[in-house]
């Protein structure tokens, strides 16, 4: 059996749980999740019977190392930022550093969108990503 990495709504996945991830919602391409499987579990018991299937077959991870060195460095940017939030006392300085992480990687993914795109085409080629959406089958 070959092993599952890339894609959190199909059987067997082992890859991470957080970081850049293709249609978690139907109206954006790609987001930072910090915990998919949060996300696949409300699919489960919250959409509809017939866009459970499409959606969790949909759902794909964006590896840093196949994104642009830019875009790689602004993911790993707000991961390391929200760990320092998590783990220690919260400050206004460790949120303040959280934030401008959040900002650059919002600035920074506008830049890639047709690169992420080429990028979960390769990934997902039966995807009905379409004028802004994931079209339900």
Known sequence: MTKNILYPGRPNYTGPTKGL???IHH???FEYSF???ERVHFIWNNKPGN???HRLHCLVYLP????PKELNTAVKAVIITWEAYKTNSPSDEIWEDYYGARCTYGSVI???????LTLITKLVPDHTWNDGKLVMP
């Open 110 to 116: 506008i830049k890639f969108q047709l690169e992420l």
């Open 27 to 29: 109206d954006k391409l």
């Open 21 to 23: 991830f293709g249609f």
């Open 35 to 37: 915990d998919i499987r």
């Open 64 to 67: 840093l190392r196949r994104l």
């Open 51 to 53: 866009e459970i299937k």
